[in-house]
């Protein structure tokens, strides 16, 4: 079945419908990322969201039952150039197109995404519909803003399976599963409250710390939650990712803007000014920080992003112990990531023996197969699978930061 994706801007974009087939508009971004699309599909912070994927094949591993970062998908639709209609992986239960038709989300493949991804690079994100008929009043309708609702939350208590030591409460935004996971792999309980808690009721729970959750939208909607964060930030440890760095920013002063079509993806690379080092990150963000706004703040930025020079970190000085950042996992990407920032804000006073996981000896072992299951690593020439030798894993060399 033949659709047509419409921007607000009059452009049309021909494809094949897959999953639902109903109507659905929603601002139109793209992400750059090669694997992680489940993960991408169900973060809540592509909200109301159209998401284009740059990668030409989706859908190759399938999805599977534990990935979601929310439940079920986020985005209002996915477009893709290509959809595998076959996947192949031991983790697979549905294929992607299966999946968007249980789910109810929208696909439409056959696109030519690098000539959409590059209009919206040059005229920035805007509406879009799929449709499966264009007229006039269907752009007209795309000139109203969507609004963008926030995703419903109630206090839970999680915990890891070791002891807890430390109890972290996490305001949540449209939080990602994988930034709990984080926290429970460092042995970390935490209590979630939906952005209208109180700072008297997170107090009164008892948690050594707050943490800012990711979400979508534009970080100005929540201007009510801006003075609970001025009172938890004297009383508690704060840490913010995404959303919650922008929010943490206004709280303090600043402002933010919106940029031209976001940062989406993990190939973004991040200039960490205290320790002078460059790491790639994963962000998904359509906000920043705007650095002008920051003289006369008591902040000071920590991170920025190399290419557009955007603020993506901030630390409070004389009173904020940890930082505030746009950095972030939006996907597990298959890769090993460094979460330094999560780990260097545990303000644990115990040592951690971290027990590097390593082959045993083999004596017959003559060739060593290197499955990358990174499509960037994949790409290690064959001369360098050396005979007789094992390889170090192709994923310890990059530098791949988040703080989740």
Known sequence: MQRFLVLANGSVYPGTAFGSTQPVTGEIVFTTGMTGYQEAI???????????????????????????EANGPQASAIVVHEVARHPRNWRCDLS????????????ITGVDTRALTREIREVG??????VDEVTPAVIDSLQTPVPVTQPQTVPTITTSADASQYRVGVIDFGLKRSILRALHERGVQTVTFPPTTSAAAIMASGVDGVLLSNGPGNPTDHADVLPTIRQLQTLLPLMAICLGHQLFALANGAT????????RGFNH????????????????HGYAVDPQSLAGTQLTVTHVEITDHTVEGLRLQDTMPFPSSSIRTPLQARTTTRTYLTTSSRPSPRTTNHRRRTMPKRNDIHKILIIAPDPLLSARPPSLIIPGRRQPSPCAKRAITSCS
């Open 269 to 284: 690379a991040v200039r960490d000014l205290q320790r002078g080092t460059t790491a790639f990150t994963s962000q998904n």
């Open 256 to 263: 933010t803007f919106k940029l031209k079509f976001g940062h």
């Open 96 to 107: 992607l197109t299966d999946w968007a038709t249980a789910n109810n989300l929208p696909g």
């Open 125 to 130: 994100v805007m509406n879009a519909a799929l």
């Open 42 to 68: 169900t973060d809540a912070s592509y909200h109301h969201q159209i998401l284009t994927f740059t990668y030409p094949l989706i859908g190759n591993y399938g999805i599977n039952n534990h990935d979601d």
